[in-house]
């Protein structure tokens, strides 16, 4: 597993630090808002930028400057969503401290503000945060210094990106407080999947990476394909962790979605099983104690729905690896994407504790791209892992 790419630190680094020089002409006000929005974009192992440079490499790319600028733009662009729905879930704190949203609405209590007005303040603060990263990650795709053409296709491929995880993220939503008069539907949970995770997390990067290069338009189009099923399948893997992952290994807690009542695919095929009249009544408490979480779970297992999204997280990294042999792309890139599949499921069988074994790679081999979308990000290599295997930040939904 390696670090973020050299080049794309330092493009953060100075995009961070201009920031700061802006609050000078600006005040103590924009000072403590670019500070958090640094804090928020600080951590983790930067899987985005990544991906996006070893598509590019892979490629035969050479505007290592160009995908330096769009990989710290990729990151930006991140740390704006998730700070969003932070805001919309109504979340304080992130991978265990407080967050844009937290740390403001703790400052206004500390000034003796009441909490009604503490959290609209820190919901404020956390908007601007937001739109500052996102402001940001367009001039940075915007002056990346690739031929106009190149440019003008990337610009396109972000918004078509960000109206598409806003589309996700209102879909979410509305799921989530039943506004669609029936339950979400497996069909309804995969699109979800697809425009919040697969969308951004893995198009994005992998195209932009593509373009860069310069690669033929029948390429860019194959790792759109190739990245929406390994964005679905991981997603699918993630909404297990969420319910079935050992905490210690997760770093987040295997209550949350239950108690949320989180509408993955995990629920939606519950629906429709003899299981659910005893499942209604435990998802969706907030209340919901290790106990009745236990019972939750082994409804969840009887009822065939752990094991039934399990095969579809299955087959969808199975066949994005058949498409990478089929689609015209060179063989540097399909051992690219299959680090990246073999990463996403060992990661993931680790912290199910799941007994398949899991492969044995050697970290002087693998890609930049190899590295599980996580919110810490770090891997969970077979030995000991260096910190919780979170799938957290990969998507918003599996960060909750």
């Not at 953060?12 to 700061?20: F, I, K, Y």
């Not at 297990?240 to 009542?261: C, Q």
């Not at 995990?266 to 659910?276: D, G, K, S």
């Not at 998802?283 to 297992?301: S, T, W």
Request: some cysteine; charged content about 25%; proline content about 6%.
């Amino acid at each position: 597993m390696t670090d973020t790419p050299d080049g794309v630190t330092e493009e953060l680094d100075r995009v961070l630090a201009s920031g700061l020089d802006r609050s000078a002409q600006l005040g103590p006000d924009h000072r403590e808002l670019w500070e958090a929005l640094s804090l928020a974009s600080g951590g983790g192992k930067r899987f985005r930028p990544g991906l996006a440079v070893a598509t590019h490499d892979a490629l035969g790319g050479t505007s290592a400057e160009s995908v330096a600028r769009v990989g710290a733009a990729l990151e930006l662009l991140h740390t704006a969503f998730v700070v969003h729905d932070d805001v919309i879930d109504g979340d304080d704190v992130r991978r265990g401290r407080p967050n844009v949203s937290g740390t403001f609405a703790a400052a206004a209590r500390g000034e003796g503000a009441d909490q009604p007005t503490a959290r609209h303040y820190g919901e404020a603060a956390g908007i601007l945060a937001g739109d500052l990263a996102l402001v940001s990650a367009v001039r940075l795709v915007a002056r990346c210094q690739a031929p106009a053409p190149r440019v003008e296709e990337l610009l396109d491929l972000l918004e078509d990106t960000v109206h598409a995880t806003a589309t996700g993220e209102l879909a979410d939503v509305r799921l989530g407080l039943h506004l669609s008069g029936h339950p979400a539907t497996l069909d309804e949970a995969l699109r979800v999947a697809e425009q919040k995770t697969a969308v951004y997390s893995f198009q994005l990067p992998l195209q932009a990476g593509a373009i860069l290069a310069g690669a033929p338009a029948d390429v860019t189009a194959a790792l759109a394909r190739l990245g929406r099923l390994v964005g679905i399948g991981f997603q699918l893997l993630d909404d297990l962790l969420g319910v079935f992952g050992n905490e210690t290994r997760t770093g987040k807690s295997a209550l949350t979605d239950l108690r949320e009542g989180k509408h993955t695919a995990l629920l939606a095929h519950a629906r429709t099983t003899p299981a659910w009249p005893d499942l209604q009544g435990l998802v969706g408490d907030p209340d919901l104690d290790h106990h009745d979480a236990g019972r939750a779970r082994a409804l969840l297992e009887g009822c065939g729905a752990r094991d039934t999204v399990q095969e579809l997280a299955d087959r969808h990294l199975e066949e994005a690896l058949a498409a990478a042999a089929r689609e015209p792309i060179p063989a540097a890139l399909t051992r690219v994407l299959t680090d990246l599949v073999g990463d996403i499921r060992d990661t993931a069988a680790l912290a199910l504790d799941d007994p398949r074994t899991v492969r044995s790679v050697d970290a002087s081999t693998r890609s930049p791209a190899a590295a599980p979308p996580g919110a810490a990000a770090e891997p969970v290599e077979p030995a000991e892992p260096a910190e919780p295997a979170q799938f957290a930040d990969a998507s918003r939904a599996g960060a909750r």
